[in-house]
């Protein structure tokens, strides 16, 4: 700018109470644009029409970068121990007034509080970013379909909105509710080359120039990521939701030879009914549960009386199920179809002292 | 201020000298600016327009001079907006306005805008095409003034 000045008045009034209700404008005019406007006078000399006159003045419009990243959803991603092709999903939006490229960075925060609260504790592998193909395939939906990115998007139009989805693999063995942090980081960068990354952009500083001027417009995204550097950023994360399974066993005598079933106790030939609970204090259902448990060698297994699926209450086993399971000396074995986060199942069977 | 400002655009654009003519006119474009001073008081800065993206705020200002012998008639001033540039408004200088490209003409506040269905709805700000000023009274020698309008980036 050369110079400016001030203009006071009724004009300068009637601007200030309008500025508020500038309109905004996601993109506008494209970049490079030159605004012509032409004034005429149309007069008369003494009662005889004069010549028109005319005055014109011209700008051109500069660039404005202007981008944003955002998570789609506001829930965490759950995920399970060792799984592969975790989707987090993110939206980049070209609010520029140029079609650009923008390079994308999928980080991992190291410890902190992730998105959605947790401590960021491990991190996830093979990361890969996917562009949702708008076509085909399930769409806003990660799938077989959609591109996988090489480091960047190409050529987004001016106004435009794209969902990419940020792709990884989990680690086995991790304890439930872990949770590891994901960034994405969007950059502009010079578009105009289909398949090929522009060049970096820079802002124009110094003296302006009468002609196309870069002016980054993005605001500030994660930490670290500062308003007007021509990059956006937002966070997302996994949390593990896994089963976590408790075993206890418990047995009480039936009843003995002599006694019966009043006050039995446990001289050979009594009965002795065992129960294998199993309780899930996970965030995920636990499913073919396979429970094994070997007979003692002092004890018969009684065919026929394994019960599968029964409850427990308050911590105590009742001793209740329907008949199911298999006895393979001297194992006796059944499997639970699931657990769910939360509950608890068991295994019931009796045997006879020797 | 009036003189003082006058002077400012004159440097401001020293390619758009007068023309010899009966009657002198001079358009000038700048981009209208808030900036906040440490008492947190608003001043309204026009800049010349180096910096403008979409959305900027634009102050189109018309001098116009009679620099001929006789007085001048039956003057008008039109200016059609550019494709890019929505308008905003006028400041007091209270113009004739078109919604329909300078088919007619009127107070804003008097137009109409057909709709797809037949009905009419009253103008808005943003369907003005073409702005005009027409003076009711001959301007005399070296008689001279400004006009103002103000306009969006589109």
């Known amino acids: 700018m050369t110079s400016k000045l001030t203009y006071m008045g009724a004009i300068g009034l009637a601007a200030l109470s309008s500025v508020a209700a500038t309109p905004a404008f996601a993109a506008g005019t494209t970049a490079g644009t030159t605004i012509t406007n032409t004034a005429t006078v149309d007069y008369q000399v003494g009662g005889v029409a004069q010549g028109q006159q005319s005055a014109s003045n011209n700008f051109t419009v500069d660039r404005k970068i202007n981008l944003l990243v955002e998570e789609v959803g506001t829930v965490t991603t759950s995920v399970v121990p060792g799984q592969t092709n975790a989707v987090t999903t993110f939206q980049l939006t070209n609010s520029s007034n140029e079609v650009l490229d923008f390079a994308l960075v999928a980080s991992q925060i190291t410890g902190g509080t992730a998105a959605h609260g947790g401590t960021d504790t491990f991190n996830a592998n093979n990361f890969r970013i996917y562009r949702d193909n708008t076509v085909t395939g399930t769409i806003g939906s990660w799938d077989a379909g959609d591109t996988l990115l090489t480091g960047y998007v190409d050529e987004l139009t001016v106004d435009t909105a794209i969902r990419l989805f940020v792709v990884a693999d989990i680690p086995a063995a991790l304890a439930n509710n872990a949770v590891a942090g994901v960034t994405l980081r969007a950059t502009a960068r010079e578009g105009g080359l289909a398949g090929t990354q522009g060049t970096a952009i820079t802002e124009t500083t110094g003296a302006n120039t009468a002609g196309k001027d870069t002016v980054f417009a993005d605001i500030a995204g994660v930490a670290g990521d500062v308003a007007r550097d021509g990059s956006h950023s937002d966070n997302d994360d996994y949390t593990v939701q896994t089963a976590t399974l408790t075993v206890t066993k418990s047995s009480r005598v039936i009843s003995d030879p002599f006694n019966n079933t009043t006050n039995p106790k446990l001289i050979p030939g009594a009965v002795v009914e065992y129960c294998i609970a199993v309780a899930n204090t996970g965030g995920a259902a636990a499913t073919s549960v396979v429970i094994n448990d070997p007979v003692p060698g002092q004890l018969t297994f009684n065919a026929g009386t394994i019960l599968l699926g029964g409850t427990v209450t308050s911590g105590t086993c009742d001793f209740n199920g329907t008949a199911g399971g298999s006895y393979a000396a001297p194992n006796v074995s059944g499997t639970i179809a699931s657990i769910a986060a939360g509950a608890a199942s068991t295994l019931v069977f009796r045997a006879t002292v020797n | ?154």
């Open chain 2, 1 to 154: 201020m009036r003189t003082a400002l006058f002077l400012l655009l004159a440097m401001l654009a020293p390619g758009q000298a007068f023309a010899a003519n009966q009657v002198a006119l001079d358009n000038a474009v700048f981009v209208e600016r808030v900036s906040t001073d440490a008492q947190g008081k608003q001043r309204i800065i026009l800049e010349e327009p180096k910096v403008v993206v979409p959305g900027d705020r634009l102050v189109f200002v018309l001098n116009y001079r009679n620099a001929g012998a006789q007085p001048a008639d039956k003057f008008v001033i039109t200016n059609p907006l550019p494709a890019a540039v929505r308008f905003a408004d006028a400041g007091d200088t209270r113009p004739m306005v078109s919604v329909d490209g300078g088919k007619q003409w009127g107070l804003l506040a008097d137009l109409s805008v057909p709709m797809t269905d037949g009905t009419h709805r009253a103008a808005q700000p943003a369907d003005v095409t073409h702005v005009r000023w027409a003076f009711q009274k001959p301007i005399p020698v070296g008689g001279s003034g400004k006009l103002i309008f103000r306009g969006v980036v589109k």
